[in-house]
Nanobody, 122 residues
């Protein structure tokens, strides 16, 4: 089970930190990902991290602004979002997949959270 939190309304240039608490399975051999989906658009890859060795990968649109991390002791993954832009407005989802294969397509992930809304005003 994946449960996101931390979304909200923020002005452009501001910051938010999203959290994803994981439970129900052993995630040592998993990659945790963040995706986002704006109205009328496809689900977009944001970032992901391997639970075991902290290998982080980012989508081009967020490189240098977002940072993904995880705290194994708290079973929680985080997405620190800085310098937010109105185009970052979307529902953000946490997802999990076993390590290996494609990491940037939503179809590769087999567990999803319910999503948390992020709105960036101009």
């Amino acid at each position: 089970q994946l449960v996101e939190s931390g979304g909200g309304l923020v002005q452009a240039g501001g910051s938010l930190r999203l959290s994803c608490v994981v439970s129900g399975r052993t995630f040592n051999y998993y990659r945790l990902g963040w995706f986002r989906q704006a109205p009328g658009k496809e689900r977009e890859y944001v970032a992901s991290i391997t639970w075991s060795d902290n290998n982080a990968l980012y989508g081009d649109s967020v490189k240098g602004r977002f940072t993904i991390s995880r705290d194994n002791a708290k079973n929680t993954a985080y997405l620190q979002m800085n310098t937010l832009k109105p185009e970052d407005t979307a529902v953000y989802y946490c997802a999990a997949k076993r390590i290996g294969g494609t990491y940037y397509t939503a179809a590769s992930y087999d567990a999803w959270g319910q999503g948390t809304q992020v709105t960036v005003s101009s």
